[in-house]
């Protein structure tokens, strides 16, 4: 007698045909050359759905000597779905590697990370022509010196206080 409950058979037959049909070459195609030698590579998205299910129903009459063993009758189906949408096409030649997308919000971070580069060198340039740098770097030597000219007021007047205190101290003792 075989222990196995019918619906694990109707999630292995489904589940094995899924696996059939996605594999790499699913999401990252065969490479197709192109006239001028070219190399391109469609790209795509994968999605898929898998669903299972399944009843054992009782019996209309029982009997009081039944025994616990017998089974009932099954009911019990299974389904899945794949697809597969088209979103961008590598391109591979002489000149380098180019992503041309199929749907234009698809490539917002890949522009992003294109202009990022060319955004600090814009910013850094402005900078530069505003003075800002030579500016900060004075107010950070003028904030440096007024710091030391702090630091040595606070030393001569801890000194004349400790002077002073110490004054106290002998004309107490006398």
Excluded: C, W
């Excluded at 696996?19 to 998205?45: H, L, W």
Aim: charged share 25%; proline share 5%.
């Amino acid at each position: 007698m075989n222990d196995d409950h019918p619906i694990q058979g109707l999630m292995t037959t489904a589940m094995e045909n899924l696996q059939d049909m996605i594999d790499v070459n699913t999401i990252i195609g065969d490479p197709v050359e192109s006239p001028d030698g070219s190399m391109i590579i469609p790209v795509s998205k994968l999605g898929f759905g898998f669903a299972a299910g399944g009843s054992e129903f009782t019996g209309g009459q029982q009997s009081s000597d039944s025994s616990s063993s017998d089974s009932y009758p099954f009911g019990g189906g299974s389904g899945g779905g794949v697809s597969v949408t088209p979103i961008a096409f590598l391109i591979i030649n002489s000149k380098g590697v180019k992503m041309i997308h199929l749907d234009e919000s698809t490539h917002i971070y890949e522009k992003m990370m294109d202009f990022a580069p060319k955004a600090v060198e814009k910013i850094q340039q402005l900078l530069k022509e505003s003075g800002l740098p030579e500016m900060m770097k004075q107010q950070t030597k003028q904030s440096g010196n007024q710091e030391n000219q702090n630091s040595r007021q606070e030393k001569k007047r801890r000194s004349k206080q400790d002077q002073d205190d110490e004054s106290d101290d002998e004309d107490e003792s006398d």
